[in-house]
């Protein structure tokens, strides 16, 4: 079967080579519209396909960008790859979604096969165990964005949550509500990950705030295997908690399936409130007060961000943007 050029298109649409491939890359700025219908049916009538490959070589990237998530099942990954894949298809980029799903060994293959596909730049939600790859990169002036986690002593542009204000927040909303016996539970801590150690460290920082003691039986970061357990625990206390912050979203979903199980009432046995916002939060009985963060917004300023480093000059200056948290009061609490 003959390969069908862009010189083809051109002969049977009668333009030149040139205005197909203005056509093919979306620059159709003084391009008329008849010229455009005359493309696009020579395109369908011969079946051609671009060669991506050699536009790539040509221009010296491909257009493509990499996106490696820890955890692909929280819905603030979720919510910052769509935010990404909206930005980058305004700007003709495509995007190629990995989860590492929190382990350092599969991160690793991720970033090594992203970049042996040449793609022109990466924005990861680092495990940080790979600090010798993470070096490289930054020393070779690789397009590198971190996103909801730091990696101490590496300079890379990153966007996360005020994560400490967050836990505040939730904190202080609690005690204006007569609460003073709070819980918290959250995700495994021993890897350092950075939102899970920062909430609980705001969540602490605020208990103090408020002349409350930091009771060590009321707040833990375990797998979520073992949350059931370690609830079990807080709950046969003489005097447990009168209120539970839940450190994320999953954590959230383990501390409702244990209150349903043991039936226990919102918010009259105990209160909840859960750091970010999850699609059920405005319609589960009584609907949750959360702590939500912008994650469309911070998507978009990490493709946006991304973007420009591939584009040029690399930045000198790595900053380090936080967004602010926001209280989103319901009947939970």
């Not at 209120?243 to 349903?260: S, V, W």
């Amino acid at each position: 079967m003959k390969h069908v050029t862009m010189a083809d298109v051109a002969a049977l649409a009668k333009v030149s080579k040139s205005t197909v491939s203005q056509y093919i890359n979306n620059r159709y700025d003084y391009m008329s519209e008849e010229t455009k219908r005359r493309i696009e049916a020579a395109i369908q009538q011969l079946g051609y396909k671009p060669n991506y490959v050699a536009k790539s070589l040509k221009q010296k990237q491909t257009s493509t960008i990499g996106v490696i998530v820890a955890n692909i099942l929280h819905t603030f990954s979720t919510q910052v790859i769509r935010s990404i894949e909206d930005v980058c298809r305004e700007a003709n980029f495509h995007v190629i979604v990995c989860n590492a799903d929190d382990d350092p060994r599969q991160e690793k293959e991720y970033i090594e096969m992203l970049r042996a596909k040449q793609v022109d730049g990466l924005i990861v939600f680092p495990t940080g165990g790979n600090m010798k790859l993470y070096e490289e990169m930054v020393a070779a002036k690789y397009p590198l964005l971190f996103v909801d986690r730091l990696v101490q002593g590496l300079p890379v542009e990153s966007i996360l949550l005020d994560n400490e204000k967050a836990a505040g927040l939730a904190v202080d909303h609690l005690v204006e509500n007569g609460y003073t016996r709070i819980g918290m539970l959250t995700t495994s801590l021993e890897q350092g990950i950075t939102p899970r150690v920062e909430r609980i460290n705001g969540y602490k920082k605020a208990l103090e705030k408020h002349s409350l003691p930091v009771r060590e039986e009321y707040y833990a970061g375990v797998e979520l295997s073992r949350m059931e357990a370690v609830l079990e625990e807080m709950f046969r206390l003489p005097e447990p908690p009168e209120a539970l912050i839940a450190g994320n979203d999953l954590t959230i979903m383990e501390i409702l399936k244990f209150i349903k199980k043991h039936n226990l009432a919102i918010p009259d046995q105990v209160a909840v409130i859960g750091i970010d916002e999850v699609s059920f939060s405005s319609i589960y009985h009584p609907p949750l007060t959360t702590i939500a963060q912008p994650a469309f917004e911070m998507g978009k300023m990490a493709a946006e961000k991304l973007l420009a480093q591939i584009k040029g000059p690399y930045p000198e200056q790595r900053e380090v943007q936080r967004f602010a948290p926001k209280l989103i009061v319901r009947k939970s609490t």
